[in-house]
């Protein structure tokens, strides 16, 4: 016992020494590595032993690990043989979604001495998704007046690859009456619009059926197909039109739900059923419907659940009005979703040194990372603890902090000491979370025994005494 707390007291001074010569708690600069999506669990990313110009042994006597925000672990480090592999299988769009480059942020922690060594993986795409259309059929209906050159909105496909593997362009076959152009969204999403060549006729040919295909840029390419279905009409004068072709609104994500966040209006000068007026979505994906309740009479648009900026900032959606002849007029509402401070601050533990010895120097007492999921204000963070202790904190690399000692301990004072780290955002209101560690204190032989008085009298009788 005596050897081994003579062990841990040699490995706190190396610690000590290595805070007070001033070295960077941030160590090697960082490094970046790649890796393609979809490679399986164990995968070579990198040996860090090499990276680090550590020998294996020293990887492990330094008790390195790999540290990444939450509690999903995507890696693993071998201490056998000092190479930095998957411990999952990794699919680009389920932890970047459309954001590209697609990083995942991790850092390489060596407790002995304290270091910190950043890195990050880019995560590449694979072209493992094919463009898919929300409708596999569409269809529409042209007047026979209609001029060439007429722009007809179709309904786009999605592909949940990024770059080049994404979504590319549009082709429409067969094309003797017309062609297809491809357009790209604000947010760079494609969408395709057909352009009248050719005019129409409804006596020599009542209805008409394309094929829609969407290819994206992989090698090789993948593609998906919707048919379109044209129904050739007599004249009705005049399709709907929208007060406005573009709606922007800003709605707090804690709205409660059924409140009407904008209201459309289109309008028609026909009359009767040509002139009478029905709002829908126009190919709206899963996520807007489940988000959003359109009027079909009055145009309001409602919220049907919980915005969460967080995961979702801003939806675009288009709105169709039709009228009683199979007219439409499209507009677009933009939804900018704006954050509240809804997210407490998070506490993460890395290490925790204790019991620590009476009479040490500075200390590491712990090692932690706080996080926060709002933005802005919302997600910067303080943290403290309370002023009567003899402990401090300290800022390290990015989101990480120290706990350390301000000076030696002692047992015989004090052996316990309960520390609540309070982390606090600086949004309003202000959210805080709690964190209670427990330091205990170790004993060493520093106290040479003690009499319980400092003089005594004696008393001696005689052999012969009565």
């Known amino acids: 016992m005596e050897a081994g707390g003579e062990r841990f007291l040699r490995q706190r001074q ?16 960082s490094r970046r590595y790649s890796v393609a999506e979809e490679k399986e669990k164990g995968f070579l990313i990198a040996n860090l032993a090499k990276d680090l110009g550590l020998r294996v042994e020293e990887l492990a006597a330094r008790g390195a690990q790999v540290v990444s925000k939450g509690n999903k672990q995507h ?10 592999l998957l411990n999952e299988k990794l699919d680009r769009e389920e932890i970047c979604g459309p954001t590209e480059p697609c990083i995942l942020h991790f850092q390489i922690l060596l407790q002995n001495p304290l270091q910190f060594v950043t890195n990050e993986l880019h995560i590449i795409d694979v072209n493992d998704h094919s463009p898919v259309f929300f409708e596999n059929e569409m269809h529409l209906k042209i007047l026979e007046s209609t001029l060439p050159g007429t722009v007809i909105p179709l309904g786009n496909a999605e592909d949940l690859d990024v770059g080049r593997n994404s979504l590319q362009n549009y082709t429409i076959f067969p094309n003797s009456h017309f062609h297809v152009l491809t357009r790209s ?7 395709p619009e057909l352009v009248l060549d050719k005019a129409l006729d409804r006596e020599e040919q009542p209805e008409l059926s394309l094929t829609l295909t969407a290819l994206d840029g992989g090698a090789p390419p993948r593609s998906g197909t919707a048919q379109i279905n044209i129904q050739v009409l007599d004249i009705n004068d005049n399709a709907p039109e929208f007060a406005l072709p573009l709606y922007e609104v800003t709605v707090l994500e804690n709205t409660p739900v059924n ?43 409602q919220l049907v659940k919980y915005l969460n900026f967080e995961a979702i900032n801003s939806y675009e959606v288009d709105i169709e009005a039709k009228d009683g002849g199979g007219l439409s007029g499209k507009s ?15 506490l993460t533990l890395s290490s925790v040194n204790s019991p620590v010895p009476e009479n040490s120097a500075e200390t590491v007492l712990a090692v932690f990372s706080v996080s926060d999921l709002d933005s802005g204000d919302n997600g910067r963070v303080r943290c403290s603890i ?42 309003t209101p202000r959210l805080k979370t709690e964190y209670n560690i427990t330091i205990l204190v170790s004993d060493i032989n520093d106290n040479a025994p003690a009499f319980t008085q400092t003089s005594y009298t004696l008393f001696v009788r005689e052999n012969n005494s009565p």
């Open 75 to 84: 890696f693993q480090l071998s201490h056998q043989t000092g190479d930095l």
């Open 386 to 427: 309370e002023n009567n202790l003899p402990f401090v904190l300290k800022p390290s690399v990015e989101n990480f902090y120290t706990l350390v000692s301000e000076g030696a301990l002692d047992r015989e004072t004090r052996s316990e000491y309960n520390v609540t780290i309070t982390v606090t955002d600086l949004g």
């Open 14 to 29: 190396v610690l000590l020494l290595f805070v007070f010569l001033g070295g960077s708690l941030a160590g090697s600069a």
């Open 259 to 301: 409140s009407v966040i904008v209201t459309v209006s289109a309008s028609d000068l026909d009359t009767g059923s040509f002139g009478t007026i029905s709002y829908a979505f126009f190919h709206a994906s899963e996520e807007i419907r489940k988000t959003f309740h359109l009027n079909p009479i009055t145009g309001d648009m």
């Open 185 to 191: 969204r604000r947010d760079g999403r494609k969408y």
């Open 332 to 346: 677009t509402v933009v939804v900018q979703v704006v954050d509240v401070n809804d997210n407490p601050p998070e």
